[in-house]
């Protein structure tokens, strides 16, 4: 049993437990492995402490009771039931990781950021985070620059259109004066954090604008300091590929880097050689940081 395997059993043992008062000793010994070297495997493979793991995957948990029981439950229940001694510990601590107090959440879940829900951690996961993205990004500085494209707002229910918009694109990319080296961009904007909605652009980079042919937009992302992470495409469906790789970044990097989220446009980048069917392309994903104070 390799590594990974054991590391899998030792996750398996915690999901069990998740609501019991588990030591990172015991999912140690579970994999077979130094409570050392383990502490430092869970780090990398998960991307966040084995305390932030768990407390967040008992935040979800909760999170889904509040939305799927019937009758729904009482928050001191619920509280307690998720190692919380009161309710307002709870309540602090949910609105802490979802941005929303559980009442709101009930009320309208769609209001909650998704991608800091924690889901359990299986063999795609783990895969995912080893073969497709590089986990600790770079830090860059990246100058202005502008993109000609199509642009159309997206929520979390509607952003599976986003392939679409790209195919939109493609046949206008000819009527794109001055284009520069052919890099294209995703480019995400205005987000609104009350209903999750958002601007989407797909795009060339140009090198100035002229008057712009019917359908097309501009759009100039100012200069700014990203965390940039590269990430290797292995499939063509593209959109479902970096799901997990947007909430890792959003809800596990963000949350625990020494960086906070400047409220700027974030984008992908694509090289303009970029193939998602050569299983050999990548992309960088760019979010706008500045270090916490």
Known sequence: MDVRDRFLRSIEYLEARILEPVLLADLAAQAGLSLHYYSRLFRVLTGETFGGYVRRRRLSQAAERLISEDPEPRLI?????????????????????FGVTPGAFRE?????PLVFVRGAIGPELLDHLKEVLEMEPRIQEIEAFTVVGVRERFDHETKHGIPELWMRLWPLLPEVPHKGAGVTFGVCSNANPADGSFDYMAGVGVDQVDRLPPGLVAETVPRQTYAVFTHHVRSPNLHAELQPTMRFIWGTWL???PYEYVPTPDFERYPADFDPYSGESYLEICIPVRARS
């Open 77 to 97: 229940d619920l509280a307690l039931d998720h190692g919380y001694d009161s309710q307002e510990a709870f309540t602090r601590a949910f609105k802490s990781l």
């Open 108 to 112: 309208s879940p769609r209001t909650a």
């Open 255 to 257: 949350r625990d880097a």
